[in-house]
């Protein structure tokens, strides 16, 4: 597949506008301004664009709740999501580093189908670089004239805000992501009001993933059915970015079709398993909040939406762990529970109190001081917590939990056992 979200990735002088000009760039933009808002929110519609930050929502029908005729004193606002928190997950960073300009266009086209007058870059705080280069990529843009004042002569006038975030997981959701903007501690609220109604500071705001709106000027350039003829079907569409870490020779980010199947993924582009004779064990196929896959169910599963949650998982952020027979699961396991004790936000009591138990309890295991009764409390204390909290950060510590015991009950029983893990290298 001819690579468009990563085409300028590797050329020299890709962070600047000389060169993003040189190759098309704001060509797009120019086009986009000569259209109709509605028929852009209509063409991304029929493109089936979902959302690449992690629910996979149709990025054109959440558009379409915002309001058409904004006044200065209720303006619309657009957020670009550019926490990248999830672990595992790096794939929005090869844009910003690399292609800021692409990101930054993609926001503008966005901002002006949904009559947006500023538009934030939420970026994760750890993300130095990446802030650096889309300041500066701005300040370019603004000098062209495609940012600021009545861009490029439309009447339309539009600014950019890079805001650095605070260093929380949690800052990833995007109703905690838009308080954190207010300069307030970033802790969700209750939807409704959804932040269309009810966003940043009040106004209606929408908010979307860096690799959704870099999807945006292709879509534009090229027309809904092009995008759409990419993937497995057509609510499975578009190139997209999948990342690969783990046990694997070569990992790092491939732009490919979506729905591309996980074994080619693996095997084809991130270079196979590294250790030679080692064998698969299980992947993590969206990020560490998605359910975990014993090998023998990544045999012919197609990396789209549909296909992984009917394999009782979830895209999320398509970022794929790898791990080999020799890991130790109950503590990959383990080292996932620290992570989302350590960043609920603490609002909810079930979040707050069970992120903690699963903590410990699997520390308790792993000290070999676990109990057989210890299982079943684990698997409790995770669905307990499922569906009842303010936000989904309780799901995404209770999913792996769940899943991890299901499908690896025997390596936690023997560790109940025995003390310790059943592989070799445990
Ligand atoms: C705890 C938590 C963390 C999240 N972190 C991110 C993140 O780092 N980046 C992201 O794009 N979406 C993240 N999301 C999803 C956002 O809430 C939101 O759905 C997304 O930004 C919408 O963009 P999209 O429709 O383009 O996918 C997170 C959600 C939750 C519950």
């Not at 909810?348 to 903690?356: A, D, L, S, V, Y």
Request: charged share 25%; net charge negative; glycine share 12%.
């Amino acid at each position: 597949m001819e690579k468009v979200l990563t085409r300028n990735v590797g050329i020299e002088g890709s962070r600047t506008i000389e060169v993003y000009r040189k190759r098309g760039g704001y060509e797009t933009l120019a086009k986009a301004l000569k259209m109709d808002p509605d028929a852009i929110i209509e063409e991304v519609k029929a493109s089936g664009l979902r959302g690449r930050g992690g629910a996979g929502f149709p990025a054109g029908v959440k558009w379409s709740f915002m309001p058409k005729e904004p006044t200065p004193e209720r303006p619309n606002y657009l957020v670009c999501n550019a926490d990248e928190s999830e672990p595992g997950t790096f794939k929005d960073r090869v844009i910003i580093e690399n292609d800021p300009h692409l990101l930054l266009e993609g926001c503008l086209c966005s901002a002006f189908a949904m009559r947006a007058s500023r538009v934030f870059i939420y970026i994760r705080g750890e993300y130095t670089l990446g802030a650096k280069v889309l300041e500066r990529a701005i300040g370019e843009a603004r000098e062209a004239g495609f940012v600021g004042e009545d861009i490029l002569g439309s009447g339309w006038s539009c600014d950019i805000v890079v805001h650095r975030g605070g260093g929380a997981y949690i800052c990833g959701e995007e109703t905690a992501l838009m308080t954190s903007i207010e300069g307030k501690r970033g802790n969700p609220r209750l939807k409704p009001p959804f932040p269309a109604q009810f966003g940043v500071y009040g106004y209606p705001t929408t908010i979307n993933n860096v690799e959704t709106l870099s999807c945006v000027p292709f879509i534009i350039e090229r027309g809904a059915s092009w995008f759409a003829s990419i993937g497995t079907d057509e609510r499975n569409t578009g190139p997209k970015l999948y990342g690969v870490s783990g046990h694997v020779k070569n990992p790092g980010v491939f732009e490919l079709p979506m729905g591309t199947e996980l074994m080619e993924i693996i095997e084809e582009h991130a270079g196979g398993m590294l250790r030679e004779g080692k064998a698969l064990k299980a992947v993590i196929p969206g990020g560490s909040s998605t359910p975990v896959l014993r090998a023998d169910e990544c045999r012919g599963l197609r990396m789209d939406f549909d296909s992984v949650a009917k394999a009782g998982s979830m895209l999320g952020s398509a970022a794929i762990i790898v791990m080999d027979e020799t890991t130790d699961m109950v503590a990959v396991m383990e080292r996932i529970a620290h992570f989302y004790a350590h960043e609920s936000c603490g609002q909810c009591t079930p979040c707050r109190e069970g992120t903690g138990w699963i903590e410990k309890i699997l520390r308790r295991i792993r000290r070999g001081e676990g109990t057989p009764e210890d299982l079943d409390v684990l698997d409790q204390v995770a669905a307990n917590m499922q569906g009842i909290t303010v936000c989904p950060l309780a799901d995404a510590a209770a999913m792996p939990c769940r899943s991890f015991l299901e499908k690896f009950r025997d390596e936690f029983e023997h560790y109940v056992r025995h003390g310790r893990s059943p592989v070799a290298a445990g």
